[in-house]
């Protein structure tokens, strides 16, 4: 399914340098590399460096309607996307109801699936593409390969994956004290509102 | 305040191989390797990568009763704990509340202020050690220095940091799901209640 590299594809490149120069010239390389970088408190990937590890990509693109990801999946963990065009609808159902609940919607620049590239553990929820997608994907056995040919690109690489978890881990944080407020609140309701 | 390395202490050591040296025979900085290997659907540390991050980082001793760190301070946010021996309470002051409440009781072996060394956001809850702490600190200044020393390795811990935090995510997405279950529980509770 996912057998090409951005830009011109011949015999499969094998070190950074040749994959660099495979995806010369691709605008979206480039549009995937732009995203890519993005400020931190630690090391932040340079634009050369968020090219190398667009070159270990494979461009993909996905019809409006395909559901790409699938809530508890366990076996098509290993690989995300970068969504470089189109929206994506991130669906969950709740546990014990039948009908699934938009999370949130994703779109240009949104890093998808990458805690199931970590850790591979069941896909938490549903990905559906809402528009026709043009995205990048990082399969698991890349980034491999990258951590072996390049470890300190690597390494800043995964050090931004960490920060858009840790960027909705505090989101969820957010969301928890707020749940926790409701409640509070609606069960003092409910007591005022119980016969006594 | 973090001056020490583990181990015997002499002058400075600069790159990894002094530093392992340093740690030799150290029954702390052995425990802390140990805990930092773990297994992981990417790369694992091995225990050799493992001693090496610990070679960067500092043993420590919090007295029972400190907190040590304090939601929503932005300045001291360049430090992860390890937790080698005692237990931590996690707390957080709810949004318009004044009474903090326990979110979670951490022992040993646990990172503690990880998301806050990646991204240098505000703590989002407290940590005060309940009994006598034995730790190990990871500041921000060392991370970067094992990145230029040692890219590999760094990369390798900076997934495990990951792999945590994803778990956190996951576990704090599920308690969403049952906070979303438990509101419209209420919710019909309310309903069925009220005068109509």
């Known amino acids: 399914m996912f057998n ?24 979206s390389a480039e549009m995937a590399a732009e995203m890519l970088t993005r400020p931190s408190a630690l090391e932040q990937l ?12 494979m461009p993909h693109k996905i019809a409006e309607g395909v559901t790409f990801i699938k809530e508890g999946d366990t ?28 999370v949130t919607v994703l779109g240009r620049g949104s890093l998808i699936g990458e805690m199931g590239l970590l850790d591979g553990e069941p896909r938490n929820a549903s990905c559906t593409a809402v528009s026709d ?9 890349s980034l ?10 690597a390494a800043k690489f995964i050090l931004a994956i ?12 957010e969301k928890l004290k707020l749940y926790s407020q409701l409640t509070q ?3 003092e309701e409910i007591n005022s509102l119980a016969p006594t």
Do not use: N, W
């Not at 340079?46 to 990509?57: L, N």
């Not at 960490?162 to 969820?172: Q, Y």
């Open 162 to 173: 960490s920060l858009r978890i840790a960027e909705r881990m505090r989101d969820g944080a």
């Open 4 to 27: 090409k590299i951005f830009g011109r594809s011949s015999a499969a490149p094998s070190g950074p340098e040749e994959r660099l120069k495979a995806i010369e010239g691709s605008a």
């Open 185 to 187: 609140a609606m069960q």
């Open 75 to 102: 076996k098509e963990t290993d690989f995300m996307i970068l969504v470089l065009d189109g929206e994506v609808t991130v669906e969950s159902i709740v546990v014990s109801r039948t009908e699934p609940i938009t």
């Open 144 to 153: 491999k390969k990258l951590l072996d040919d390049d470890p300190r690109t």
């Open 133 to 141: 997608l043009r995205c990048a994907i990082l399969s698991r056995a």
């Open 46 to 57: 340079t634009r050369e460096e968020a090219r190398i590890v667009v070159s270990y990509m």
